[in-house]
């Protein structure tokens, strides 16, 4: 997918920052966080910038957070078909290498549906396997 076509799809208008910031994305196939992102942009950008294009992103459904162990937020691009419910709600699990430390988006395999009880409104859910990821393990 073209950083075009996901401006285009989520109403997003094309200005210079959002699309160095999608292209960093639609480049890098794992999670990332502002700093990563910052240091791979080809254009310099302010981190106000950067944070609030990321946020709007966020709302829109373009991204998703993804929770690993590093203590720093990252970020995924959301797959196509990306059910944006009520919430940001994702049921894929993220996968963590020990030795690369990368992050990245299994959209293979499923979180088995989480059924909470009365009164809790579930907003995200994240699961974080942990192990080696097959370029290291090559
Ligand atoms: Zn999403
Ligand atoms: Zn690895
Ligand atoms: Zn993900």
Known sequence: MTTENILRRHDLRRTSNRTAILD????QEVALSEREIEEAMSQ???????????????????IHRVLDDSGVMKYALCAADCAHHEAHYHDH??????MC???????????????LPEGFALEEVNM?????????RG
């Open 128 to 136: 974080l396997l942990q192990g080696v990821c097959p370029e290291c």
């Open 24 to 27: 960093v994305f639609v480049a």
């Open 101 to 115: 430390g990368q992050t990245t988006c299994i959209e293979q395999v499923q979180i088995p549906k989480v059924i």
């Open 44 to 62: 310099t950008c302010d981190r106000v910038t950067i944070y609030r294009t990321l946020n709007s992103f966020l709302e829109r459904g373009v």
């Open 93 to 98: 699990v993220h996968f963590k290498c020990r």
